[in-house]
């Protein structure tokens, strides 16, 4: 079993930056990737950014990319996504998820799921 807690939400004004945090334990040594999905109100969930978990390599989905970042800490089992330049748009419940063997941006590969942080940019 895998355990995500997310943290990090808020209320934010647009321009604004917020870092959302998650925190990984449980049996992690088989995680290929770690990615950061987000679900506004009245919309499906949308892929976010993923890193892999040995080499570090990140996807960001069009939406997001030169604005966010995906990081992650190895050592402390922790998974960050920096967003900078923050619009309404962005405003959503963020999650983060693990996938085991499968790398992609396709949420019904991740068998792992937080609970979400919220994220509501003002404008």
């Known amino acids: 079993q895998v355990q995500l807690v997310e943290s990090g939400g808020g209320l934010v004004q647009a321009g604004g930056s917020l870092r959302l945090s998650c925190a990984v334990s449980g049996h992690t040594f088989n995680i290929a990737a770690m990615g950061w999905f987000r679900q506004a109100p009245g919309k499906e969930r949308e892929f976010v950014a993923y890193?892999?978990?040995?080499?570090?390599?990140?996807n960001y989905s069009n939406s997001v990319k030169g604005r966010f970042t995906i990081s992650r800490d190895v050592a402390k089992n922790t998974v960050y996504l920096q967003m900078n330049s923050l619009k309404s748009e962005d405003t959503a419940n963020y999650y983060c998820a693990a996938t085991w063997g499968v790398i992609t941006t396709d949420s019904a590969a991740y068998s792992y799921w937080g609970q979400g942080t919220q994220v509501t940019v003002s404008s």
């Open positions: 890193i892999t978990r040995n080499a570090g390599i990140t």
